[in-house]
């Protein structure tokens, strides 16, 4: 299990080796805009601050080769393969845990 941080909200959540990134977000409760899943719109772009990710599939039309090399990737298609710090952008539209739900969360 890796531990995704999301900044500037601090915000952390569980991944598992075999989820995606952004599976991993919107099973914690908190949630993020995203489209096809396919990895085909870009619409779920997040940019790596540090950790590794597998990248996945994704068209060179919605993450354009500079993109990657200046860390960005498509959250329905990365894998973590490290715990994470990845940096939301307004265009994420990302809603935090609840209050209640934080409460909840199992202790790892």
Avoid: H
Wanted: hydrophobic content about 40%; aromatic content about 6%.
């Amino acid at each position: 299990m890796y531990t995704i941080t999301l900044s500037p909200v601090c915000d952390a959540v569980a991944c598992g080796p075999e989820e995606t990134v952004l599976a991993a977000i919107l099973r914690s409760g908190a949630s993020v805009i995203f489209g096809c899943r396919g990895g085909g719109c870009g619409t779920c772009k997040m940019r790596l601050i540090s950790g590794r990710v597998a990248r996945g599939r994704c068209s060179a039309a919605v993450l354009l080769e500079e993109e990657k090399e200046d860390g960005w990737f498509l959250s329905c298609q990365a894998r973590a393969l490290s715990d994470l710090t990845l940096e939301l952008a307004a265009a994420n539209k990302y809603r935090g845990l609840t209050a209640w739900r934080r409460l909840s969360l199992p202790d790892s």
